[in-house]
């Protein structure tokens, strides 16, 4: 394959992932503007078919991106990829935690859907959990910071 064909599947892989992420946080976004359990659950649960998109994006991002840099006979330890492979490995570790919390607080909005449906003053301190919060925030400013790191590559 060439190296435009392989970059063509490290962009692919970037836009997957950047995509997919976009699209989590404005559905938890959204969550977190609605007052009815099963709103809530619904919004959620959409989350759930972009964490694939993200995932996927991810490893074929990385993959193409070690195959082009391999082609490119690229030093992998200028500053710009070992600041990338430093939030690479933040993203994976705080989407782990954050992820296991938003799954629990889903599960809760889906248990309170089947019950009356009622606003929940617990559903809405998880879904403002300021830990969590700042997780999510963090992993799109990390994305944010990641792109950037390619497009302008520092230190190289």
């Known amino acids: 394959m060439s190296e435009d064909g392989i970059l063509f599947?490290?962009?692919?892989?970037?836009?997957?992932f950047v995509g997919g992420s976009i699209a989590a946080a404005v559905l938890r976004l959204a969550a977190m503007r609605r007052?009815?359990?099963?709103?809530i659950a619904l919004l959620l649960r959409a989350v759930r078919p972009a964490v694939p998109l993200?995932?996927?994006?991810?490893?074929?991002?990385i993959a193409a991106?070690?195959?082009l840099a391999h082609r490119l006979d690229l030093d992998l330890g200028v500053t710009w990829l070992t600041l990338t492979f430093g939030l690479l490995a933040w993203l994976i570790v705080v989407g782990a935690v954050a992820g296991r919390q938003d799954r629990a607080t889903r599960e809760l909005a889906?248990?309170?859907a089947g019950d009356?449906?009622?606003?929940s003053s617990d559903l809405a301190r998880?879904?403002?959990d300021p830990v969590n919060l700042v997780?999510?925030?963090s992993m799109l400013l990390g994305i944010v910071a990641i792109v950037a790191l390619m497009v302008w590559k520092p230190g190289s």
Do not use: K, Y
């Open 9 to 16: 599947l490290h962009f692919a892989g970037v836009l997957l």
């Open 35 to 39: 007052q009815r359990p099963s709103e």
């Open 54 to 61: 993200v995932a996927g994006g991810l490893v074929l991002a």
């Open 65 to 67: 991106g070690f195959w």
């Open 110 to 112: 889906e248990r309170l």
């Open 116 to 119: 009356a449906d009622a606003p």
């Open 126 to 128: 998880r879904l403002r």
């Open 135 to 137: 997780l999510n925030a």
